[in-house]
């Protein structure tokens, strides 16, 4: 009875987060404009319940005016044709609005991959500590991914782990019309399945002694922790590992192809023999500055601490402009009012002696939102292509260092395959990051991302490393292999043999 609970509350919180809410349509102005538009002509939306529903196209002056009063927020209900009330958060984010739920009639395959239950929090194994030896059993039998047929291909695939069995996708989950299915398992479900290879020696582990006794015991004696939350500690971390004898605790990062989510800059602590130390002085000050409040004021304070140390990285035209903070020192100020301005659907340009910083974006975002993106991308290249602050690698790695492990997941003509790199300190490869656009530049600060840099964490041993592969998704012909592998799971003995010789 209590698994079938467990069902219930994860598949409601799942469907919440995928509502139409005023603050989903707030974030771009072209999904407000489209759910007015909807309105007005009539258009059904989907709610979360799969039914189709059409809101009185007089509604659509009333939302307006809220909207242009900055006061399109709350829990907000509309009037439908047939005369009933419906809430905001009944309709559901489909693509139209920027999400990937799925349209009424639309099957969960066609829809994106954050419409299908796969993430540690939408199957129940998040904020609660889980020995590493019931792991296998938590994904086996867990009651939400039993509810879906891609769910048990995880299952699937979590028993070929155990089993020591080659990891291979379905045949019909390789076809080009299940790629987002295919990479919803990938990426969403290789956090934990990731995690489960670890436990399970499949994978590829060259410091793997080194790192059981730096924990202090077997793997399978350590407690698991997913947390719910994105940036937990430095490591936005989707599994944590516990000694409870030693108190070890370390970070696991496990992702997908991608690499996922970078990490927060301001989730990193700096202890004080790194703060003493003259050469790492840059760094550190580029790192408090990810601590302070607002987004934008951080880019253009970075690109002047950039500029003070190592100006060379930095393209000549922005030259004449900086540093911002004495030369004009106002500019930010002028770029906010012009992206606010915007929002309220008013012109409001920027000097044009300007344009030239961000004349090369192609966007209809407002001047003041190109501008501090161009700042945005002018950080990321100057540190990440040109090596403007040479010591932040050194540091991030230093803080990494035993309590950070890397787990990926690689995905190659239907196999699955997992890596582990660890320690940070001693092969890993820093870039930083940000998830801002033009159109919503506040939308997150500068972020660290952690890639693979030596061949024992690469595709197969002695290959090129590889940092976050494309997928390859075949067509029906080149499946001939894998689908016998899947309709066959009693391999002959001289499949066995090689199998086992590639562990």
């Not at 799942?14 to 999904?31: M, Q, Y």
């Not at 690499?259 to 004080?272: I, K, N, R, W, Y």
């Not at 790192?287 to 607002?294: M, R, T, V």
């Not at 939102?369 to 292509?385: F, Q, S």
Request: include cysteine; hydrophobic fraction near 35%; proline fraction near 5%.
């Amino acid at each position: 009875m209590r698994e079938f609970i467990t069902l219930i509350q994860t598949l409601s919180e799942a469907k919440s987060a995928r509502s139409l809410v005023p603050g989903e349509l707030n974030k771009d102005e072209r999904r407000f404009t489209t759910f007015i538009d909807y309105i007005k002509n009539r258009k059904p939306f989907t709610t979360l319940d799969d039914d189709e529903v059409i809101i009185d196209p007089r509604e659509a002056k009333r939302f307006q005016g809220l909207y242009d009063t900055n006061m399109f927020r709350g829990q907000l209900k509309a009037r439908t044709t047939t005369g009933e009330e419906i809430s905001l958060n009944q309709l559901a984010k489909t693509s139209a609005f920027g999400g990937a739920a799925k349209a009424a009639g639309e099957s969960e395959m066609s829809a994106g991959k954050e419409a299908l239950l796969v993430k540690p929090g939408q199957i129940g194994i998040c904020d609660r500590d889980i020995p590493a030896s019931d792991f296998y059993d938590e994904i086996v039998n867990n009651p939400v991914l039993n509810s879906t047929d891609y769910g048990k291909v995880i299952i699937q695939l979590a028993e070929y782990i155990r089993a020591g069995e080659y990891v291979m996708v379905p045949p019909e989950y390789q076809q080009k019309d299940n790629e987002k299915v295919l990479k919803a398992i990938i990426d969403y479900g290789g956090e934990y399945l990731g995690v489960l290879a670890l436990l399970y020696n499949r994978s590829r582990f060259p410091k793997r002694a080194e790192f059981t006794k730096w924990m202090g015991g077997n793997l399978s004696d350590l407690v698991l922790n997913f947390p719910g939350s994105a940036n937990n500690n430095i490591a936005d971390s989707y599994a944590s590992i516990r000694n409870s004898t030693n108190e070890h605790t370390l970070n696991i990062s496990s992702k997908g192809t991608g690499g996922g989510a970078a990490p927060a800059v301001s989730g990193l602590q700096v202890p004080e023999h790194i703060n003493a130390n003259p050469k790492y002085s840059t760094a550190v000050e580029f790192i408090n500055l990810c601590k302070e409040p607002g987004t934008i004021a951080q880019a253009f304070k970075a690109l002047d601490i950039i500029f003070k140390s190592n100006p060379k990285s930095i393209d000549k035209k922005w030259h004449s402009f900086l540093p911002f903070s004495t030369k004009h020192p106002n500019i930010e100020w002028l770029a906010k009012e012009s992206l606010n301005a915007k929002k309220n659907r008013v012109d409001s340009p920027l000097p044009k002696e300007y344009r030239p910083l961000y004349g090369d974006i192609k966007s209809d975002a407002s001047e003041g939102g190109k501008l501090i993106y161009a700042v945005k991308k002018e950080v990321l290249r100057a540190i990440n292509d040109h090596d403007a602050i040479p010591a932040f690698k050194d540091v991030v790695l230093d803080l990494l260092e035993m309590n950070f492990i890397q787990q990926y997941a690689d995905y190659k003509k239907g196999e699955i395959t997992f890596a582990t790199q660890w320690p940070a300190k001693l092969d890993g490869k820093i870039s930083v990051e940000s998830k801002s656009s033009a159109k919503e530049p506040s939308s997150g600060g500068f972020s660290f991302k952690l890639g693979r840099s030596d061949s024992s964490v690469s595709h197969e041993p002695n290959e090129p490393y590889i940092d976050g592969e494309d997928y390859t998704i075949n067509e029906p012909a080149d499946l001939a292999a894998a689908a016998q592998d899947i309709v066959n799971p009693t391999r002959k003995a001289k499949e066995t043999e090689v199998r086992k010789k590639r562990k």
